[in-house]
């Protein structure tokens, strides 16, 4: 029988690296918040899919706001944020029931195709653990900041021998997609600082993972210049 399929979106970041006091999932891409057009892709790919939403407790009341003043009428289950972004995902694993697929986003990911989502969640019922991944098109350097003293801004220095090769490079994004028992075992370790992503925390309790081809264009909004990229793309899809 086929997993029921639910959506984990992460929104509770305070992300402040794009100036202002709105984190970044709020702001407006062409009209829509980024969070609903994250949301937006997984009701396009699945409609039957169960949505919930990670929210820093401030941001419950702004967020419901917004989806009734701007009609977005999407059923959510809210969880409540922590203090990383682990503990967000290990607070929302709470309302998911064993047996499911569950999908882990950044709500700042708004450009994922619905394309992708659905591919992903077929790959999923066939292995635990599925992580969309782009190979790497830049060469890497190891570098490390030095820091020259006398309050002077740090210098990146070659870190020697250091070398790595880009053939083994990949770069991960979200969704990543899970059987939600195994997603439930992993996040039951103790907090590692070197829990980046799902897939590390998941790695980490020894279980395999698949891997396929993500998207270019399914960026993490970070900084002002994402979101003037992220706006092209939309325009571009709008034809
Ligand atoms: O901080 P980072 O860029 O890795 O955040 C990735 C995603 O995780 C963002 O969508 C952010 O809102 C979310 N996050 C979260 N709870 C935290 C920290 C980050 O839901 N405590």
């Known amino acids: 029988m086929e997993r029921k399929k639910y959506v984990i979106v992460m929104a509770a970041g305070s992300?402040?690296?794009?100036?202002?006091?709105?984190?970044?999932?709020?702001?407006?891409?062409?009209?829509?918040?980024?969070?609903?057009?994250s949301i937006e892709v997984f009701l396009a790919a699945c409609p039957d899919v169960t949505v919930v939403t990670v929210l820093q407790e401030p941001f419950v009341g702004i967020w419901k706001n917004y989806c009734l003043t701007s009609g977005f009428h999407c059923p959510q289950v809210i969880a409540k944020g922590g203090i990383t972004r682990f503990h967000?995902?290990?607070?929302?694993?709470?309302?998911?029931?064993d047996g499911a697929v569950v999908a882990v986003h950044d709500g700042v990911r708004p450009l994922v195709t619905p394309e992708l989502v659905r591919r992903m969640f077929v790959e999923c019922e066939a292995v635990p653990a599925l992580v969309p991944v782009v190979p790497c098109v830049?060469?890497?350097?190891?570098?490390?900041?030095?820091?020259?003293?006398?309050?002077?801004?740090?210098?990146?220095?070659?870190?020697?021998?250091?070398?790595?090769?880009?053939?083994?490079?990949?770069?991960a994004q979200t969704p990543q997609m899970f059987h939600s028992e195994v997603l439930r075992e992993a996040y039951s370790q103790?907090?590692?600082?070197?829990?980046?992503?799902?897939?590390?925390?998941?790695?980490?309790h020894g279980k395999k993972?698949?891997?396929?081809?993500?998207?270019?264009?399914?960026?993490?909004?970070?900084?002002?210049?994402?979101?003037?990229l992220a706006e092209a793309v939309v325009r571009m899809r709008k034809g």
Do not use: H, W
């Not at 290990?90 to 998911?96: E, F, G, P, T």
């Open 138 to 171: 830049d060469t890497m350097k190891v570098l490390r900041k030095e820091n020259a003293g006398d309050g002077a801004a740090a210098s990146l220095c070659e870190v020697e021998g250091a070398r790595v090769d880009r053939e083994l490079l990949y770069a």
């Open 88 to 97: 967000s995902v290990r607070n929302a694993l709470a309302k998911i029931p």
């Open 209 to 228: 993972l698949s891997f396929t081809i993500g998207e270019r264009f399914n960026i993490k909004i970070t900084s002002p210049d994402d979101l003037v």
């Open 190 to 204: 103790a907090y590692d600082m070197a829990f980046t992503d799902d897939a590390s925390v998941v790695s980490a």
């Open 15 to 37: 992300g402040t690296r794009m100036g202002g006091d709105m984190p970044k999932q709020f702001l407006e891409l062409d009209g829509k918040a980024i969070l609903r057009r």
